[in-house]
Every structure is written in structure tokens, then in C-alpha cells.
């Protein structure tokens, strides 16, 4: 990566926006080659990341995988055979990585850097993955459909609930307690590690979560479209309307014990803070959305999105007294 580049990383912000901003400046050539060698690419849509303590992933719909050694100072770009178009990523407690693209693929970071593809048998559209601490890998999918195997490799299992809706996210909180949630504002809890799934009253407005999180058995949060977030307290059997400040869609929850944010169009990026969600103040401004978020402790944040953006930014110096706007 170039000098330019880290340097603007350590200073807490990288922001690759020129392809959004500026269709009619006049076309130069004396930096292609420059950004040719640059890992991150204007052309990127970044659609999710994860760490496993040693290696921060970011996934692209240009088919490549970005992975940081450094806690995100500099990057790796992996281009992963046939271009898939990569829309979500999972690193596991073991330290095991998984990416899931559109075809119905899903794909195994290895040891030695490579990565590894295997078919998913269904023939319905995929929609997210995840890595439960019950050592099973999950992948939610259309028709109500569940996926899993072992982390450590196996035959999948494909579970239809046989109803004609789109699953969007899956949370596990434990090995044996997980919810799913998808159109309609439908919600699904397992308490017996995915054997078996009971439906929960739905969520109001037949809501359609694009963003979902649980902190544990009890407390969760979905977002969507409208930029309205839903919290259960009582493990899904009722929700609450928060107003996040902004219409602009959420596209991705992440609730850790670090913290509670929420990210999503025009840049969006807020925090849950004294029971409210807030702007952080030093929140970038931007145009393109961010579709990518990672926890780095109670330190730092990687926000990611369209056009090649990302921001990397200091937590622990943000203001978080002010409403979100």
C-alpha cells in the first residue's frame, strides 16, 4: 500500500470517494497507474467484515477478499477465482473465515492465504452467513430456508420452514439459543442449537430487516429501509420502535459487548448510547453508503461501502452526547 494511503489510515480516516464526486472533472491519467496498485479499488462495493483477532476481511461484489494484518493500517487484496460477487463474511471463535457470494458459493480463508470454494446444494438465493459458537457454520437463504454444517467441514443440511419468505440474518448467542429473522417482520428462535426453530409474535409493520443483531437470549436489534430501528428486551416476544434520526436505510447492525452501532445510506453511521441511538462526532460525512462494519474493541471501527470508501476510525475520543441528525 502506498505511503499516502497508511499514512491517512494512522490518521484515522480513509475515504476513496473520487468515482462518486467527480463525473465531470476533467480525465487525468497521471495516477492510474498508482491506483492500479492500490488494494482498495474505486470500484468496490464493500458488503461486510469480520475479524478473527489476527486478520481483519472485508469482502467485495468485485470479487475480491481485503485482508489486513495490521488491524487495518494496510491491505491484502485476494482475487478470488471467477470475480463471485461477494455479499457477506463470517470469522469464527476458532479463528476460521467464510465469505458467501450470490452463486450460492461459500468461501474458506485457508492457512496459507488461499481460498477455497464450495457449492451450496439449494437452489434458492443466499442471503447471509454466519459462525455460531456451537461450532456450526450458517447460511440463510429464500423460501425460509437455513443452511448449516460443521465448521471444521461436513455435508450441508438444508432446513426449509417452507414458508415464502427471504431469511436475511441468523445470530446464534450461545450454542444452543439462536433467531433468525426475514420478510414480513418474521421471526424464528432455536434453543436446541438449530434442531428445531419455534416461531415469535412478528416484528410490527410486516418490517423487512436488512440489519439484525442479538446481544444475547434477551436483547436485539433490526433495522431497515425507513433508517427505523426495532429492540426486543424479552428475546423477541415483543419490540420497540427507536428512531435513529436519519430515514436513510440501516444496512448492518453490530452488537458486541463493545458496543451497539448501526450503519447504512448516505454514510450513516450511529451509535447506542444511554438507551438512544446517537451520531458519533466524528462520524465522516459522506455520500456513499456503508454496508460494512467491525468492532475493533472499545478503540477503533472500520466502516466500509460503496465506491471503495472506508473509514477507520479512534472510538475512544468520539462525542456520543448529541442526537443523532
Same mark, same amino acid.
Given at each position: 500500500?502506498?505511503?499516502?494511503?497508511?499514512?491517512?489510515?494512522?490518521?484515522?480516516?480513509?475515504?476513496?470517494?473520487?468515482?462518486?464526486?467527480?463525473?465531470?472533472?476533467?480525465?487525468?491519467?497521471?495516477?492510474?497507474?498508482?491506483?492500479?496498485?492500490?488494494?482498495?479499488?474505486?470500484?468496490?462495493?464493500?458488503?461486510?467484515?469480520?475479524?478473527?483477532?489476527?486478520?481483519?476481511?472485508? !469482502?467485495?461484489?468485485? &470479487?475480491?477478499?481485503?485482508? =489486513?494484518? $495490521? /488491524? %487495518?493500517? +494496510? #491491505?491484502?487484496?485476494?482475487?478470488?477465482?471467477?470475480?463471485?460477487?461477494?455479499?457477506?463474511?463470517?470469522?469464527?471463535?476458532?479463528?476460521?473465515?467464510?465469505?458467501?457470494?450470490?452463486?450460492?458459493?461459500?468461501?474458506?480463508?485457508?492457512?496459507?492465504?488461499?481460498?477455497?470454494?464450495?457449492?451450496?446444494?439449494?437452489?434458492?438465493?443466499?442471503?447471509?452467513?454466519?459462525?455460531?459458537?456451537?461450532?456450526?457454520?450458517?447460511?440463510?437463504?429464500?423460501?425460509?430456508?437455513?443452511?448449516?454444517?460443521?465448521?471444521?467441514?461436513?455435508?450441508?443440511?438444508?432446513?426449509?420452514?417452507?414458508?415464502?419468505?427471504?431469511?436475511?440474518?441468523?445470530?446464534?448467542?450461545?450454542?444452543?439459543?439462536?433467531?433468525? !429473522?426475514?420478510?414480513? &417482520?418474521?421471526?424464528?428462535? =432455536?434453543? $436446541? /442449537? %438449530?434442531? +428445531? #426453530?419455534?416461531?415469535?409474535?412478528?416484528?410490527?409493520?410486516?418490517?423487512?430487516?436488512?440489519?439484525?443483531?442479538?446481544?444475547?437470549?434477551?436483547?436485539?436489534?433490526?433495522?431497515?429501509?425507513?433508517?427505523?430501528?426495532?429492540?426486543?428486551?424479552?428475546?423477541?416476544?415483543?419490540?420497540?420502535?427507536?428512531?435513529?434520526?436519519?430515514?436513510?436505510?440501516?444496512?448492518?447492525?453490530?452488537?458486541?459487548?463493545?458496543?451497539?452501532?448501526?450503519?447504512?445510506?448516505?454514510?450513516?453511521?450511529?451509535?447506542?448510547?444511554?438507551?438512544?441511538?446517537?451520531?458519533?462526532?466524528?462520524?465522516?460525512?459522506?455520500?456513499?453508503?456503508?454496508?460494512?462494519?467491525?468492532?475493533?474493541?472499545?478503540?477503533?471501527?472500520?466502516?466500509?461501502?460503496? &465506491?471503495?470508501?472506508?473509514?477507520?476510525? $479512534?472510538?475512544?475520543?468520539?462525542?456520543?452526547?448529541?442526537?443523532?441528525?
Amino acid at each position: 500500500m502506498s505511503s499516502a494511503v497508511t499514512g491517512a489510515f494512522r490518521a484515522g480516516v480513509l475515504l476513496v470517494l473520487a468515482g462518486l464526486a467527480a463525473c465531470e472533472a476533467p480525465l487525468r491519467l497521471d495516477g492510474v497507474e498508482a491506483t492500479r496498485s492500490e488494494p482498495i479499488k474505486r470500484y468496490d462495493t464493500l458488503q461486510g467484515a469480520a475479524s478473527n483477532g489476527e486478520q481483519l476481511v472485508m !469482502v467485495s461484489s468485485a &470479487g475480491a477478499a481485503l485482508v =489486513s494484518t $495490521d /488491524g %487495518g493500517e +494496510s #491491505w491484502r487484496r485476494d482475487e478470488l477465482p471467477g470475480a463471485p460477487s461477494l455479499i457477506d463474511i463470517a470469522a469464527c471463535p476458532g479463528g476460521e473465515v467464510f465469505a458467501l457470494d450470490s452463486g450460492r458459493q461459500v468461501w474458506s480463508l485457508l492457512g496459507d492465504g488461499r481460498w477455497e470454494s464450495e457449492a451450496l446444494p439449494t437452489p434458492e438465493s443466499t442471503l447471509s452467513i454466519h459462525c455460531a459458537p456451537g461450532g456450526r457454520l450458517w447460511v440463510t437463504a429464500g423460501f425460509a430456508t437455513l443452511l448449516q454444517r460443521p465448521v471444521a467441514g461436513g455435508e450441508w443440511v438444508e432446513d426449509s420452514l417452507g414458508d415464502d419468505l427471504q431469511f436475511t440474518r441468523i445470530k446464534f448467542v450461545d450454542p444452543d439459543h439462536g433467531f433468525a !429473522v426475514g420478510e414480513f &417482520g418474521t421471526v424464528v428462535r =432455536s434453543s $436446541d /442449537g %438449530g434442531a +428445531s #426453530w419455534d416461531y415469535l409474535p412478528p416484528i410490527p409493520n410486516d418490517f423487512y430487516p436488512m440489519a439484525a443483531d442479538f446481544l444475547d437470549r434477551e436483547t436485539g436489534w433490526v433495522g431497515g429501509l425507513d433508517g427505523v430501528v426495532w429492540q426486543t428486551t424479552d428475546g423477541g416476544q415483543h419490540w420497540v420502535r427507536q428512531e435513529t434520526g436519519s430515514a436513510t436505510p440501516i444496512y448492518r447492525i453490530e452488537a458486541t459487548d463493545a458496543g451497539v452501532v448501526a450503519v447504512g445510506g448516505a454514510g450513516k453511521y450511529y451509535e447506542y448510547a444511554d438507551g438512544r441511538w446517537v451520531k458519533p462526532g466524528n462520524a465522516p460525512e459522506v455520500l456513499a453508503y456503508f454496508r460494512a462494519v467491525e468492532l475493533l474493541g472499545n478503540q477503533r471501527i472500520l466502516l466500509a461501502g460503496a &465506491g471503495g470508501a472506508m473509514a477507520l476510525l $479512534d472510538r475512544s475520543a468520539a462525542d456520543r452526547s448529541g442526537a443523532g441528525s
